[in-house]
Each structure stands twice: as C-alpha cells, then as structure tokens.
C-alpha cells in the first residue's frame, strides 16, 4: 500500500498527507496506521497519537507547539487545536557541539566572471541605481535606453530602484545607505552609475565613501540636479561603462566562487519536507567545496534558533547569533507585536499552524554546515561557509539583503508561486509538482519530485541546473524581466 502520509522523524506525533484525504479514509505511513476523523488537506497534518492538552506536538522531532484541546488519532492538526509556545525573549547556553567531518565530494564548477578584487560574479551587468527615490523614474529611462541599444554585448542593463534616501533619519538612513553601497560593490555589476539628484539626504560623496575603494573604477556618479540633460548625460555614462565591461569574458571557475542565498517564500506543509531540506543539501555542498552560503529571515529561526546555536563554530558566534535573535524578538515587542504573529494567511492555508512548524522547516536550507559568521543589516560576507544575515521574513526585504551582502544566485523556496525577481538570478523552487505545473512561468525547478524519486537523484539535478544559471542560463524571472530591490524601513520619516 502506497503511504498517504509523511512522517518526518520517528518520534513524530503528527504526519502530513500527500494528498486530500476523505473523512473514513485509512491513512498510512510506515507501520502506522489511523483512521481520518475528518478530511485533511494536502500538506495539513494527522494526529498519529492522542495528545493531551498542554501536551507538545512534536514534528521534524521537535515540538511545534503546544495542544489546545484533546486530539484523538486520525485528527486533523491545525491551529484549531494547537498554539505557538514561543516566548518573547530566549537565554541561551553554550554547548560546544562538533560537527561530524563530511568528506566533500568533487563537483564541478561554474563559468563565471572572475573579477580584480578575486570575487566572482554569474552575471555581467551594468547597475543603475538611484540614491533617491525622486530620480527612480530617471534611472528606469537610461537603464532602458541603454538596455536596448547595448543588447548582446553585456548581460543586461537594470535600474535597481527604491522610493528612500531621503526624510530618513539615523540607522534608517544608515542601512539605505548600506544596502546600496553593498549593491555598488556587487560582483555581478560589471560597471554602476550611481544616480543622485542633489539635495537628498543621501548625498552621492557620503555613498561613494561606503563603497570599497578596490571597486571604485566600476562606479560613476551623476547628480540630476546639475545636468543639463540628465538622461542624455546618464547614457552617455553607461554606454562608457559598457565598453569597458564587454571587454570580461566568462572563465571555469571552481564551485568554491559561488555565493549562495537562502530564502523561503510563502511556504506550505511541503515546504520542510522537499524544497527546504534540498536546498539544504545545496548549502552544505557549496560550504564543503569552499563556498559561502547565506541564511536569512530572522523572524523565521523563531523556535529553531537552538539548532543553528549548536553549529556555531565558537562561542563568539553563538553569542552572536542569541544576540541577533533576541534584538529581533526585541523588534516585535517594542512595536507592541507578538514574535509568534508568523505565519502568513498563505502559510496557514498551506499546512503550517504555528511559526516554531515554518521555523523548523525553513532552517533546513542551511543544510548541516558550521554557521562561521553573524552579519548585521547591509553587511557584506567575509567568511566561507555559513552566514546568519540579519534581515526580516519579507520576500523583496530579505533577498535584497543576500544579493546586497553578496549572494551571487539566490535559492528561493515556494509552495505558494510569485513572480518576484532580484537583482541576482533567483532560482524560484517549487515545494510541490502542482505547484510547478500550473506556474510553469514563475518555477524554474520543481522539488516536489523529491516525494517521488528520492531527495539525492533530486539534489543532483539541482545542483546541475544551478550551475546551468551560474553559468549564464536565464531564471524564469530573468524571462519575464522581474528585477525588484525593497529597503527595511525602520525608522521615523520627516
């Protein structure tokens, strides 16, 4: 008999059905067997056991949350009879935990551009970016001009653009700042054109200044304000930039180059089954082979923190990953909010009930490596293996910060589908076949095979279809012209 169920770890009381289940419906898996009480969604979740109110409810081998009500076997789990048992704050003990040597097997790499600070980009492109939002519309004009004129000879001419950089105040600006001067720095920006209009708060020379001198000779500057035709003015920078950029060629490089963000997006009941823990097995072959991979989402390791706690390669990191979570929780709590208000609308419609279910599932994606470095905010890696980025769950604010921190290709998770693109290529990976089948457009890699075929052969063809769009080969949001950078607002604004 074919299980109707998915059991994460054996000590499980709950599983998740592959299909919609009838009431009456005998449902499987492994040597188990419940008879469902009522219909069950696929991806939703059935109690194996009775679990008793206050009791935990475990999954992934960990509790999720705590039951409400009595839950008879064949229930459906929900959060009709489940709540969070997240706390506002966490303190945390250190417990040096070694990590068992994985011998890194030999992959092949990727044709990238090997830039003159030693970086490697997968794409080479010229960036336009407004250092306010009032010359946005400005950049979009020459970034389209120019795109047009110049297509073929690079990989593309974009304008990355934002409504901010001026009325902020403080660590608002601050990160402004920082994120675009991050973007500047990018390896996949053959050359910049950094768009200023004058009189912003954002002041080009205070920008320049953020930027790492070793990339200075990519990067232009041209305020609107003392133009006489800034759109004219602007192309004839880029088309200057272009020259000079179409003279990189691709070259083999070793999969140690690649900088690899994380990032889950409108998750569902699949999502810590198939497309999470794959992209896991992504992160811990790039880290094995030498690479940098980046996770993020911060609100989203709410009740999980202890296991990327547990892989910290020293105390010093362990501090500073109960440090970030905490001044995170902190964020919550000083806006009135609770820490546990995740998840989404779209999540709870998918399966999930509780946000310690989305956190369990979404750490996944940092596979087993060894978390080496904790980075604030518009921070750029600076360590090979794992990073923890400071950045919130929001899809467009959370990619921003990996392309911004260095994230050459970003893995982006979905059981529900969007169309956003970033202004790295962004491999959108389906957590489910219907899923892939029905946004063919949106999805460029479909793990829901995993539930089928096995999580290794599935690995395998991912990583051969990163390294595919590594090398060059567009992103379906590439193809559909989707390329969108979100600041973190924070602050007050005049």
């Not at 991806?43 to 009500?69: M, Q, Y």
């Not at 090997?114 to 010359?135: H, K, S, Y």
Request: charged residues 20%; contains cysteine.
């Amino acid at each position: 008999m074919n299980p109707s169920l998915f059991r994460v770890a054996p000590q499980d009381g709950v599983a998740t059905a592959l299909d919609d289940l009838a009431a009456g419906t005998i449902a499987t898996v492994g040597d188990t067997q419940v008879t469902l009480n009522e219909a069950v969604a696929r991806g939703h979740k059935v109690a194996l056991h009775a679990i008793a109110p206050g009791e935990p409810v475990l999954k992934f081998g960990f509790p999720i949350g705590r039951a409400t009500r009595p839950i008879a076997p064949g229930d459906r789990v929900h959060t009709h009879n489940v709540s969070t048992a997240l706390e506002a704050s966490g303190a945390y003990s250190w417990h040096p935990h070694k990590s068992a040597a994985r011998a890194a097997t030999p992959r092949p790499g990727f044709a990238g551009y090997r830039r003159a600070d030693g970086r490697v980009g997968t794409r080479n492109e010229i960036w336009v970016i407004p250092t306010v939002g009032c010359v946005a519309r400005t950049a979009q004009k020459i970034a389209e001009r120019a795109g047009e004129r110049h297509a073929g000879r690079i990989d593309g001419v974009h304008a990355l653009t934002h409504p901010f950089g001026c009325s902020q105040l403080g660590d608002d600006l601050d990160g402004t700042r920082s994120v675009l001067a991050a973007l500047a720095s990018h390896p996949n920006a053959g050359g910049v054109l950094l768009l200023g209009l004058g009189c912003e708060s954002n002041q080009l020379d205070r920008l320049l200044a953020e930027i790492d001198p070793a990339v200075h000779g990519k990067i232009r500057t041209l305020a609107a304000q003392f133009a006489g035709d800034e759109i004219e003015e602007g192309l004839a920078i880029v088309d200057a930039l272009v020259e000079e950029a179409a003279l990189a060629e691709r070259t083999d490089v070793p999969l140690s180059d690649l900088v690899l963000g994380v990032k889950c997006g409108g998750s569902d009941g699949f999502s810590g089954l198939t497309a999470n823990p794959l992209v896991g097995l992504m992160s811990d072959t790039v880290t094995e082979a030498g690479g940098i991979a980046i996770l993020t989402e911060i609100p989203e390791i709410f009740g999980a923190e202890q296991l990327l706690m547990d892989r910290a390669a020293d105390e010093e990191i362990f501090d500073g990953i109960g440090a970030l979570v905490n001044d995170f929780k902190r964020y919550f709590t000083d806006h009135g909010e609770p820490v546990s208000e995740n998840p989404s609308p779209g999540n709870i419609a998918g399966g999930i009930t509780t946000l310690e279910e989305k956190s369990l599932g979404a750490v996944q994606k940092a596979g087993h490596a060894v978390v080496t470095d904790v980075r604030r905010y518009g921070e750029r890696v600076r360590r090979r293996g794992l990073t923890l980025l400071e950045a919130p769950g929001n899809d467009a604010v959370s990619s921003t910060a990996l392309a911004a921190a260095g994230a050459t290709v970003i893995l982006f998770t979905t059981g529900r589908g969007t169309p956003l693109g970033f202004p790295v290529p962004t491999i959108k990976i389906a957590t489910n076949t219907p899923l892939a089948e029905r946004k063919p457009g949106w999805i460029d890699f479909n793990a829901g095979r995993v539930l089928g075929e096995g999580m290794e052969s599935v690995a395998d063809a991912l990583l051969d279809t990163i390294r595919r769009i590594a090398s060059g080969e567009e992103t379906a949001a590439e193809r559909n012209d989707e390329r969108e950078i979100t600041i973190w607002k924070r602050g007050v604004t005049l």
